[in-house]
């Protein structure tokens, strides 16, 4: 598997000669499948490799919030109110969860925070697409969620220990959120008018393509698969988990009665697959680049954020000292 890996990586990787003893046992203990701790010794590369994954990873759970939050007052029912409530409130605390694994690996929260504001940070792609109608709640719920559970059930496996156990809860999490988005869409499909009905298939239209690029680049064109994949931080590819979240959710779609915006779309029993048409990599890029519908609003909620909420801090600290103080006394 190794050597296959420095055959074909897009980047080339250190073959287990060109290690040095450390590396090598590091590899051999990853080889093993015994988890990786905050206290072992790791090579920096694979250290910031964490870094940038587990910090990304936080900022879409935190950024995801937004999309979202933006109909908690639309909502139609008090049920469906509560429970959209629950989910974002969930996504602040996977967020949580992902920031204090990151610090393990001695990154300073307040430091990668401050790169999402300042836009060198990404985050996923997804959540700079709008959410236009009540049934993109229904829609983000079964595809947003569905398609970060099939990549992060993966991620319970990954190599280092403290990520590997934040996605297990996270993991379970997700698991209802993507339920209930269905079951709601299910109730607009079964028990909805026409109007509601066309609602969620424009959903469908508008976030079928974009929720498919949330697994990454192609790849061939993934620059940091092979050595994420060498080191099991990374346990499947991304074609190999966006071919899976195809074809568990076609006969979800099925079931719905509605459609995908892909004529290319077809089961080849050959494969034992679906068949996909070509995503738009174009406008995937033009989103990482910070030119999505949405980029910028986004980040500057979160700026705006950040300064409404500079007073809580201020007082916090100021209880906090004002407490030390008088134990110190
Ligand atoms: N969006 O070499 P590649 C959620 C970047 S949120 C933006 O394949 P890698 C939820 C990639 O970072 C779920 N950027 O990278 C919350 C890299 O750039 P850098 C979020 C993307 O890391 C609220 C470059 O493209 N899930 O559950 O090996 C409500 C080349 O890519 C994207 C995670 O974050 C993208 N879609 O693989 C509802 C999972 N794709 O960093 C739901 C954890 C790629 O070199 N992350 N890029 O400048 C991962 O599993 C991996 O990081 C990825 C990418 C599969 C996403």
């Known amino acids: 598997?190794?050597?296959?890996?420095?055959?074909?990586?897009?980047?080339?990787?250190?073959?287990?000669?060109?290690?040095?003893?450390?590396?090598?046992?590091?590899?051999?203990?990853?080889?093993?499948?015994?988890?990786?701790?905050?206290k072992n010794w790791m090579p920096d590369a694979y250290r910031q490799t964490l870094i940038r994954q587990i910090s990304q990873h936080a900022h879409s759970e935190i950024v995801g919030m937004l999309p979202e939050g933006n109909w908690v007052t639309r909502a139609p029912t008090l049920k469906r109110k509560l429970q959209l409530m629950a989910k974002i409130q969930d996504e602040a605390g996977h967020g949580l969860y992902l920031y204090s694994a990151m610090e393990t690996l001695g990154a300073d929260r307040d430091s990668e925070i401050a790169k999402?504001?300042?836009?060198?940070?990404?985050?996923?792609?997804?959540?700079?697409?709008?959410?236009?109608?009540?049934?993109?709640?229904?829609?983000?719920?079964?595809?947003?969620?569905?398609?970060a559970i099939v990549n992060q059930v993966v991620l319970q496996r990954t190599s280092y220990g403290p990520y590997s156990r934040a996605m297990i809860r996270i993991c379970k999490e997700e698991s209802f959120h993507q339920r209930q988005g269905y079951e709601?869409?299910?109730?607009?499909?079964?028990?909805?008018?026409?109007?509601?009905?066309?609602?969620?298939?424009?959903?469908?239209?508008?976030?079928?393509w974009p929720a498919l690029m949330m697994f990454g680049p192609s790849d061939e064109h993934s620059p940091n698969s092979a050595q994420s994949m060498a080191w099991k931080i990374k346990r499947q590819s991304n074609d190999e988990l966006r071919q899976r979240f195809i074809d568990q959710?076609?006969?979800?779609?099925?079931?719905?009665?509605?459609?995908?915006?892909?004529?290319?779309?077809?089961?080849n029993a050959e494969r034992g697959h679906y068949d996909f048409g070509e995503i738009q990599w174009d406008e995937f890029y033009e989103v990482l680049k910070g030119n999505g519908p949405?980029?910028?609003?986004?980040?500057?909620?979160?700026?705006?954020?950040?300064?409404?909420?500079?007073w809580v801090r201020a007082a916090a600290v100021a209880h906090a000292r004002k407490k030390h103080n008088k134990i110190a006394a």
């Open 1 to 38: 598997m190794y050597a296959q890996l420095v055959e074909t990586g897009v980047k080339r990787l250190k073959s287990l000669d060109e290690m040095s003893a450390q590396e090598r046992a590091f590899q051999q203990r990853i080889d093993d499948e015994i988890k990786i701790e905050a």
């Open 116 to 147: 999402l504001h300042n836009g060198k940070a990404k985050y996923s792609s997804i959540f700079n697409y709008p959410t236009l109608s009540w049934a993109d709640m229904g829609v983000v719920g079964w595809l947003v969620d569905g398609a």
């Open 184 to 208: 709601m869409l299910l109730t607009m499909m079964r028990h909805g008018t026409q109007v509601q009905k066309d609602m969620v298939q424009d959903a469908i239209n508008r976030l079928w």
């Open 249 to 267: 959710t076609i006969p979800q779609l099925e079931l719905l009665g509605c459609s995908v915006p892909d004529p290319a779309l077809k089961w």
């Open 294 to 310: 949405c980029n910028q609003e986004r980040v500057a909620t979160r700026r705006q954020a950040i300064e409404d909420g500079a």
